[in-house]
């Protein structure tokens, strides 16, 4: 019993963690009666759970460089080292921002549930094709001297489409919870939408670390795959897009379309409507910096962490060895903060917090330019992605559904998430540019410039200037709120 917890005292602390977070989260009465409730926890849980189990299906490939990057290609050089990793991930995320231009409307025509059925199936087929690939590279033979030869652009085909199904959560959590949740509600629900998106980053990472340990490459794919078999089943059962559609009654929102009986509009007409509002498009540029702000952290600091070990000895640091664990506690207390003032300090507002949680990413940025070579870094991070996992929940969790209203919600998600991955693709170009190479001796071990922490200090520095932007952007977010039609 005593070898059982500690082997799995993470998971342990995790799920108390949670469990403490979801007694304290504070209460709304909006008038919905126990029948409802526990109705909407069926509706939001497992569609919530398949979110997390998309976030382990995506990171993972951060999972496998620890690998690929120790394995030589036919050149003698890293099967994917940062300058790799940083392709494939940029071609991932820039489909996953412009697939918005379809997946938008499409989840807006024909629901939340029709997206998260086609994100995880179509994950799933994808995520089970490269552990396929990374099992074929591990034996001897024509095929997979074949794919090592051409590994990079074989895995960005597949991780690009991959991110293009992965593309349809985002909008398929916000669009079905958007009818469920009044706008009052929604600050505590964005709590929720952190932890979430912060569990996926634990399964991800610690969880995925495990696997690659136990289990072998392969399944560090193969493992997300069959997670999201099993709850494509369940989303199937039990996920519907309103309350009427579960039997129940629809209720008036208080978001911006409430009240709005018209006709439908066509997508090129909502699209034209939501590049032209103010607040959706500042809010999509905070957003396009905390996506660049987010995975530079996020990414990055495991591969600084290991490629340094040798000068700073931060692989074997308690943040490192469970980053996944700092990453879901940073996010799930972001989150819970973000929330939780939102509602009750802020009227509802969410352009405060957003600008409060830029401050501290701000100072913390210029902060880590000057100490990330000692051993605070590891905290210093970990307390960074704490405010900037409260941005992303607080604004493409909620400030959409508040903003585009429950018809267009698809449309208004999409477009913010989109920035948040363009963000995110100009991050993946920028560091594999400016980052170290990775080299390898005849042994397999990683040496060379990556080794020094000193060619590092553009990790921090290029943060800075996303994180000032972020700030003043988020400012002008400071008044905004919804204005329902039927005000």
Same mark, same amino acid.
């Given at each position: 019993m005593?070898?059982?917890?500690a082997?799995?005292? *993470?998971?342990?602390?995790?799920?108390?963690?949670?469990?403490?977070?979801?007694?304290?989260?504070?209460?709304?009465?909006?008038?919905?009666?126990?029948?409802?409730?526990?109705?909407?926890?069926?509706?939001?849980?497992?569609? !919530?759970?398949?979110?997390?189990?998309?976030?382990?299906?995506?990171?993972?490939?951060?999972?496998?460089?620890?690998?690929?990057?120790?394995i030589?290609? *036919?050149?003698?050089? *890293?099967?994917?080292?940062?300058?790799?990793?940083?392709? $494939?991930?940029?071609?991932?995320?820039?489909v996953?921002?412009?697939?918005?231009?379809i997946?938008? %409307?499409?989840?807006?025509?024909? !629901?939340?549930?029709?997206?998260?059925?086609?994100?995880?199936?179509?994950?799933?087929?994808?995520?089970?094709?490269?552990?396929?690939?990374?099992?074929?590279?591990?034996?001897?033979? %024509?095929?997979?001297?074949?794919?090592?030869?051409?590994?990079?652009?074989?895995?960005?085909?597949?991780?690009?489409?991959?991110?293009?199904?992965?593309?349809?959560?985002?909008?398929?959590?916000?669009?079905?919870?958007?009818?469920?949740?009044?706008v009052?509600?929604?600050?505590?629900?964005?709590?929720?939408?952190?932890?979430? $998106?912060?569990?996926?980053?634990?399964?991800?990472?610690?969880?995925?670390?495990?696997?690659?340990?136990?289990?072998?490459?392969?399944?560090?794919?193969?493992?997300?795959?069959?997670?999201?078999?099993?709850?494509?089943?369940?989303?199937?059962?039990?996920?519907?897009?309103? %309350?009427?559609?579960?039997?129940? !009654? @629809?209720?008036?929102?208080?978001?911006?379309?409430s009240?709005?009986?018209g006709?439908?509009?066509?997508?090129?007409?909502?699209?034209?409507?939501?590049?032209?509002?103010?607040?959706?498009?500042?809010?999509?540029?905070?957003?396009?910096?905390? !996506?660049?702000?987010?995975?530079?952290?996020?990414?990055?600091?495991?591969?600084?962490a290991?490629?340094?070990?040798?000068?700073?000895?931060?692989?074997?640091?308690?943040?490192?060895?469970?980053?996944?664990?700092?990453?879901f506690?940073?996010?799930?207390?972001?989150?819970?903060?973000?929330?939780t003032?939102?509602?009750?300090?802020?009227?509802?507002?969410?352009?405060?917090?957003?600008?409060?949680?830029?401050?501290?990413?701000?100072?913390?940025?210029?902060?880590?330019?000057?100490?990330?070579?000692?051993?605070?870094?590891?905290?210093?991070?970990?307390?960074?992605?704490?405010?900037?996992?409260?941005?992303?929940?607080?604004?493409?969790?909620?400030?959409?559904? @508040?903003?585009?209203?429950t018809?267009?919600?698809?449309?208004?998600?999409?477009?913010? @998430?989109?920035?948040?991955?363009?963000?995110?693709?100009?991050?993946?170009?920028?560091?594999?540019?400016?980052?170290?190479?990775?080299?390898?001796?005849?042994?397999?071990?990683?040496?060379?410039?990556?080794?020094? *922490?000193?060619?590092?200090r553009?990790?921090?520095?290029?943060?800075?200037?996303?994180?000032?932007?972020?700030?003043?952007?988020?400012?002008?977010?400071?008044?905004?709120?919804?204005?329902?039609?039927?005000a």
């Amino acid at each position: 019993m005593t070898h059982w917890i500690a082997d799995n005292y *993470p998971i342990l602390l995790a799920l108390v963690f949670v469990t403490i977070i979801f007694r304290l989260l504070p209460k709304v009465d909006v008038g919905h009666d126990k029948r409802y409730l526990r109705r909407r926890v069926l509706n939001w849980l497992p569609l !919530g759970l398949t979110y997390a189990f998309l976030y382990m299906g995506r990171y993972n490939l951060k999972v496998s460089q620890y690998a690929f990057e120790e394995i030589a290609g *036919p050149d003698g050089s *890293p099967l994917m080292g940062n300058a790799g990793f940083g392709i $494939i991930f940029m071609v991932g995320t820039i489909v996953y921002g412009v697939s918005f231009l379809i997946n938008g %409307p499409l989840t807006d025509r024909l !629901g939340g549930r029709f997206s998260i059925l086609m994100g995880a199936g179509g994950s799933l087929v994808m995520n089970a094709l490269m552990g396929l690939v990374s099992l074929t590279l591990l034996k001897h033979g %024509p095929l997979a001297e074949s794919l090592a030869a051409n590994f990079i652009p074989v895995f960005s085909i597949l991780y690009g489409i991959n991110m293009y199904f992965q593309s349809f959560g985002a909008v398929a959590i916000v669009k079905v919870n958007a009818p469920w949740f009044h706008v009052r509600e929604r600050g505590v629900f964005g709590a929720i939408f952190g932890i979430l $998106i912060s569990l996926g980053i634990y399964l991800a990472f610690d969880v995925g670390y495990s696997i690659l340990g136990g289990m072998g490459l392969a399944w560090v794919f193969f493992m997300p795959a069959v997670l999201l078999a099993a709850f494509w089943v369940l989303d199937f059962l039990y996920v519907r897009n309103s %309350p009427s559609d579960a039997g129940l !009654g @629809d209720f008036n929102t208080g978001d911006a379309t409430s009240g709005d009986d018209g006709p439908r509009l066509g997508a090129r007409a909502v699209f034209k409507k939501m590049l032209t509002n103010p607040i959706i498009m500042t809010i999509a540029g905070v957003e396009f910096c905390s !996506g660049f702000l987010r995975q530079a952290i996020m990414q990055w600091y495991g591969s600084f962490a290991k490629q340094t070990d040798a000068v700073l000895g931060l692989k074997s640091s308690f943040v490192n060895e469970n980053w996944g664990l700092m990453l879901f506690f940073a996010g799930v207390t972001g989150g819970m903060f973000a929330g939780t003032i939102s509602d009750h300090l802020f009227q509802s507002r969410r352009g405060p917090v957003a600008g409060l949680l830029y401050g501290v990413m701000l100072v913390g940025a210029v902060v880590l330019t000057f100490t990330y070579s000692t051993p605070i870094v590891g905290w210093l991070v970990v307390f960074m992605s704490m405010a900037v996992i409260g941005v992303h929940g607080m604004l493409s969790g909620t400030a959409s559904m @508040d903003f585009g209203g429950t018809k267009n919600v698809g449309i208004a998600v999409g477009i913010i @998430d989109g920035f948040v991955y363009l963000g995110t693709g100009i991050m993946s170009l920028t560091y594999a540019i400016i980052l170290p190479k990775v080299e390898l001796d005849a042994a397999g071990k990683i040496i060379g410039a990556a080794t020094d *922490p000193a060619n590092w200090r553009a990790w921090p520095i290029a943060m800075i200037p996303l994180a000032a932007i972020g700030f003043l952007l988020a400012l002008r977010l400071w008044n905004a709120k919804p204005k329902p039609k039927n005000a």
